[in-house]
């Protein structure tokens, strides 16, 4: 490649899970130490980071088009852009886009993009530069200080698989499950709440697999965390996702009924209501299993909203194991719900089974499930009208003086009145809607607001 000239703008695009929001955050506050600033709306960057997602179809195509359609965008404004693939693509098919890419200067894994200062050089002065390694730990003692604005904030606290559902890449493009140490986590958490955040949502592809050792030695898990988060003067709430059934433990539990600072929100995802096909998706739980632990959650936070993930379409699922998925969505009644049609990811244990299932019934399932779904999640803000609840702003609403938020049950709240970015304010829910809440701010008697 030709030498360039080193990149003054940047723009990161990141797609899939919030764990790939928060690195691509941190890709950019490493390119800031640079004095590499965000480019400006409309305007072509010098530096185009594709912060990419393997998890599901096509991902892998859709990176190549993108950097077709970024060649041609620069051509027009009469420049080359640097082009960096990072995110599980470039962990998993890294070489492949090296050799099928020639526009591609960088491809940086999950695990190694703390080195990009040094890849971005090697880039200008005309190298192609590769990393895919996989020491989790080095990356983020390579981090810059947070610098984080806005009210809502992400925290990767644990990253990593080792449970090796037959369906998933993550154990591959995400490699092994790494806890990072609590007092990084608490000072990054302090250096957040400085810089304006109000909620953090504490994130792992496991992250109730979160192990370690507090401020006096003692052994630790996620609900040791966030007890001690909880301490933290001006940190209002606190979330985490996404969590497996196998790893939760009777104190995270009992947190939801200790710690006010958390969220009544549980994000478990159980995949499918089949015993048989939770089996083939090595997921080593059942339905029975799975629904108790929920009603344990239930007895300590009787409120508490409850979501999940879904797969339809599993190689071999029959029409009464899909019925079976349907039965456990009413039993459960969702607040919120992701739902997938089975898509095989090279290299997993599933894409090679056989008994695959065909596009349309995919489709008619999925159409089946999420009718089911959201019949529930109506339900849920349907229920939710009357109650007062803080919301806490994070955008403003599509009418001037209009503010939009989340309740604590994670429901998009809208309201109008004379707030700001990041208040928590008090609100009556008067209207639901299958998606979102109208508000009313309530004013608290003085008396009561103490
Ligand atoms: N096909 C469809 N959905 C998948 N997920 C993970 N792998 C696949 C796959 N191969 C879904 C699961 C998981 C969520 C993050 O993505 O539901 O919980
Ligand atoms: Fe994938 Fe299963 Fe690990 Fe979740 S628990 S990341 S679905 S292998």
Same mark, same amino acid.
């Given at each position: 490649?030709?030498?360039?000239?080193?990149?003054?703008?940047?723009?990161?695009?990141?797609?899939?899970?919030?764990?790939?929001?928060?690195?691509?955050?941190?890709?950019?506050?490493?390119?800031?130490?640079?004095?590499?600033?965000?480019?400006?709306?409309?305007?072509?960057?010098?530096?185009?980071?594709?912060?990419?997602?393997?998890?599901?179809?096509?991902?892998?195509?859709?990176?190549?088009?993108?950097?077709?359609?970024?060649?041609?965008?620069?051509?027009?404004?009469?420049?080359?852009? &640097? /082009? !960096?693939? @990072?995110?599980?693509?470039?962990? +998993?098919?890294?070489? #492949? *886009?090296?050799?099928?890419?020639?526009? %591609?200067?960088?491809?940086?894994?999950?695990?190694?993009?703390?080195?990009?200062?040094?890849?971005?050089?090697?880039?200008?002065?005309?190298?192609?530069?590769?990393?895919?390694?996989?020491?989790?730990?080095?990356?983020?003692?390579?981090?810059?200080?947070?610098?984080?604005?806005?009210?809502?904030?992400?925290?990767?606290?644990?990253?990593?698989?080792?449970?090796?559902?037959?369906?998933?890449?993550?154990?591959?493009?995400?490699?092994?499950?790494?806890?990072?140490?609590?007092?990084? &986590? /608490? !000072?990054? @958490?302090?250096?957040?709440?400085? +810089?304006?955040?109000? #909620? *953090?949502?504490?994130?792992?592809?496991? %992250?109730?697999?979160?192990?370690?050792?507090?401020?006096?030695?003692?052994?630790?898990?996620?609900?040791?965390?966030?007890?001690?988060?909880?301490?933290?003067?001006?940190?209002?709430?606190?979330?985490?996702?996404?969590?497996?059934?196998?790893?939760?433990?009777?104190?995270?539990?009992?947190?939801?009924?200790?710690?006010?600072?958390?969220?009544?929100?549980?994000?478990?995802?159980?995949?499918?209501?089949?015993?048989?096909?939770?089996?083939?998706?090595?997921?080593?739980?059942?339905?029975?299993?799975?629904?108790?632990?929920?009603?344990?959650?239930?007895?300590?936070?009787?409120?508490?909203?409850?979501?999940?993930?879904?797969?339809?379409?599993?190689?071999?699922?029959?029409?009464?194991?899909?019925?079976?998925?349907?039965?456990?969505?009413?039993?459960?009644?969702?607040?919120?719900?992701?739902?997938?049609?089975?898509?095989?990811?090279?290299?997993?244990?599933?894409?090679?089974?056989?008994?695959?299932?065909?596009?349309?019934?995919?489709?008619?399932?999925?159409?089946?499930?999420?009718?089911?779904?959201?019949?529930?999640?109506?339900?849920?803000?349907?229920?939710?009208?009357?109650?007062?609840?803080?919301?806490?702003?994070?955008?403003?609403?599509?009418?001037?003086?209009?503010?939009?938020?989340?309740?604590?049950?994670?429901?998009?709240?809208?309201?109008?009145?004379?707030?700001?970015?990041?208040?928590?304010?008090?609100?009556?829910?008067?209207?639901?809607?299958?998606?979102?809440?109208?508000?009313?701010?309530?004013?608290?008697?003085?008396?009561?607001?103490?």
């Amino acid at each position: 490649m030709e030498p360039v000239a080193p990149p003054k703008t940047y723009r990161v695009k990141s797609f899939g899970c919030q764990m790939n929001v928060y690195d691509g955050e941190r890709m950019a506050e490493l390119l800031g130490t640079r004095g590499i600033t965000p480019a400006l709306e409309g305007e072509e960057a010098d530096l185009v980071i594709l912060n990419t997602c393997h998890i599901r179809e096509k991902a892998a195509e859709k990176v190549y088009s993108d950097i077709g359609r970024m060649v041609k965008a620069g051509a027009q404004a009469g420049k080359t852009p &640097l /082009i !960096a693939v @990072a995110g599980c693509v470039a962990q +998993a098919e890294g070489e #492949e *886009i090296m050799r099928r890419a020639p526009a %591609v200067s960088i491809v940086v894994g999950p695990q190694a993009y703390h080195r990009l200062p040094e890849m971005l050089d090697k880039a200008v002065g005309g190298e192609r530069a590769t990393d895919t390694d996989m020491p989790a730990i080095a990356k983020f003692d390579a981090l810059p200080a947070r610098r984080k604005r806005g009210p809502a904030a992400f925290l990767t606290v644990q990253e990593g698989c080792d449970k090796f559902c037959t369906y998933c890449v993550v154990p591959y493009t995400r490699g092994a499950e790494i806890s990072r140490p609590f007092a990084h &986590l /608490i !000072a990054e @958490a302090q250096m957040l709440v400085e +810089a304006g955040a109000k #909620e *953090i949502t504490l994130l792992g592809q496991n %992250v109730n697999a979160w192990a370690g050792e507090d401020d006096k030695g003692r052994a630790a898990g996620l609900a040791g965390l966030i007890h001690a988060l909880a301490r933290i003067d001006g940190l209002v709430r606190i979330r985490y996702t996404t969590s497996h059934p196998n790893d939760m433990d009777e104190a995270l539990i009992a947190a939801h009924g200790e710690v006010d600072k958390l969220m009544p929100y549980l994000h478990l995802p159980v995949q499918s209501g089949s015993d048989r096909v939770l089996k083939a998706m090595n997921r080593q739980h059942t339905v029975e299993g799975y629904l108790r632990l929920l009603e344990k959650f239930r007895a300590v936070r009787p409120d508490i909203a409850l979501s999940g993930d879904f797969i339809v379409g599993f190689p071999g699922e029959t029409e009464a194991e899909f019925e079976d998925t349907l039965r456990i969505v009413d039993a459960v009644r969702y607040a919120h719900a992701f739902s997938f049609k089975y898509s095989p990811r090279p290299g997993t244990p599933a894409a090679t089974l056989d008994g695959q299932i065909a596009p349309e019934v995919m489709h008619e399932r999925l159409h089946r499930l999420q009718e089911r779904l959201g019949h529930h999640q109506f339900a849920f803000n349907q229920a939710s009208v009357g109650r007062t609840c803080q919301v806490m702003i994070e955008r403003t609403g599509r009418e001037p003086g209009q503010w939009l938020g989340k309740s604590p049950w994670l429901q998009s709240v809208w309201f109008s009145g004379d707030h700001a970015i990041g208040d928590l304010v008090d609100v009556q829910l008067i209207e639901a809607g299958p998606n979102s809440l109208q508000g009313e701010p309530v004013r608290i008697p003085a008396e009561l607001a103490r």
